[in-house]
T-cell receptor
Framework: GAVVSQHPSRVICKSGTSVKIECRSLDFQATTMFWYRQFPKKSLMLMATSNEGSKATYEQGVEKDKFLINHASLTLSTLTVTSAHPEDSSFYIC????????????FGPGTRLTVT | GNSVTQMEGPVTLSEEAFLTINCTYTATGYPSLFWYVQYPGEGLQLLLKATKADDKGSNKGFEATYRKETTSFHLEKGSVQVSDSAVYFCALIGSGNTGKLIFGQGTTLQVKP
């Protein structure tokens, strides 16, 4: 149980376009979802925390107008990278936490974004 | 603020060797501590955890003990296998926190036959 999927797994887009990444909890209701960014050979950096039905809480230094997060249902959160630039190229990972799961977060497989 | 420091990698071992990956943390109060593993091309999986001092987390032959006096949570395995090759992340959730994980930089383990 506790499976989280992400779609797409890889995406290449042109500079200036927007890209949407989906994160789904497949077999549980995710009251909280987290979005991370992972740079090559570096750790995961938390970008934002989203609770179902409310606005996301962004970490310091993360542009909320550039990285739009929506958590409209208990099984789906989306991250939209708006007006993407090559420096936005990265590995984006989501995780989900359900009610009664205490601290445990279940991670998606990640999405590799390349902006050309 | 809270932080996690891991030993630099990559760590290269022969099969059946003993593994230690060091992890130390800085946090106020009593954080919960975790080890996550990321296999090539996959997302992170929780490997083990410990939520209070002197607790030992264990799973799949891996162990780590929550040492408050040394603020450490070193990962150990007595005999590694090629299939253990992955990136290992030490992480914490601070006490009183909303559940935000703070990760170390990750340590790549390569096990050779």
């Amino acid at each position: 149980g506790a499976v989280v999927s992400q779609h797409p797994s890889r995406v290449i887009c042109k500079s200036g376009t927007s890209v949407k990444i989906e994160c789904r909890s497949l077999d549980f209701q995710a009251t909280t979802m987290f979005w991370y960014r992972q740079f090559p050979k570096k750790s995961l950096m938390l970008m934002a925390t989203s609770n179902e039905g409310s606005k996301a809480t962004y970490e310091q230094g993360v542009e909320k107008d550039k990285f739009l997060i929506n958590h409209a249902s208990l099984t789906l959160s989306t991250l939209t990278v708006t007006s993407a630039h090559p420096e936005d190229s990265s590995f984006y990972i989501c995780s989900a936490r359900g009610q009664g799961h205490s601290y445990e977060q279940y991670f998606g497989p990640g999405t590799r974004l390349t902006v050309t | 603020g809270n932080s996690v420091t891991q030993m630099e990698g990559p760590v290269t071992l022969s099969e059946e060797a003993f593994l230690t990956i060091n992890c130390t943390y800085t946090a106020t109060g009593y954080p919960s501590l975790f080890w996550y593993v990321q296999y090539p091309g996959e997302g992170l999986q929780l490997l083990l955890k410990a939520t209070k001092a002197d607790d030992k987390g264990s799973n799949k032959g891996f162990e780590a003990t929550y040492r408050k006096e040394t603020t450490s949570f070193h990962l150990e395995k007595g005999s590694v296998q090629v299939s253990d090759s992955a990136v290992y992340f030490c992480a914490l959730i601070g006490s009183g926190n909303t559940g935000k994980l703070i990760f170390g930089q990750g340590t790549t383990l390569q096990v050779k036959p």
